[in-house]
Nanobody
């Protein structure tokens, strides 16, 4: 079955950096757009970034534009989220998700990794 496993979360001070990874298995990774979402305590899950399945085109939430970068390595079935200049408001559980090339919705989700930014 499809599995998405996030890693790389942790506790860092404001202004610091983290790189999240999401390793995928059980799917043809290159046929899937990949996205990162986050959910802070008491808030709804929100979109962070996505990368297209074939063109590599990326999109970002306004709140992270210029600070976060999403990339993918199809040879490793892995998507990354490089997060720089982190702020306390970036604290959340971060989830990766996969969307099939012919799907309008994200079909598969990981379990999430906690990111905590101290001020």
């Amino acid at each position: 079955q499809v599995q998405l496993v996030e890693s790389g979360g942790g506790l860092v001070q404001a202004g610091g950096s983290l790189r999240l990874s999401c390793a995928a298995s059980g799917l043809i990774f290159s046929n899937y757009a990949m996205g990162w979402f986050r959910q802070a305590r008491g808030k709804e899950r929100e979109f962070v970034a996505r990368i297209n399945w074939n063109t590599g085109i990326t999109n970002y939430a306004d709140s992270v534009t210029g600070r976060f970068t999403i990339t993918r390595d199809n040879a490793k079935n892995t998507v990354y989220l490089q997060m720089n200049s982190l702020k306390p408001e970036d604290t959340a559980v971060y989830y990766c998700a996969a969307r099939g090339r012919f799907s309008s919705e994200y079909n598969h989700w990981g379990q999430g990794t906690q990111v905590t930014i101290s001020s």
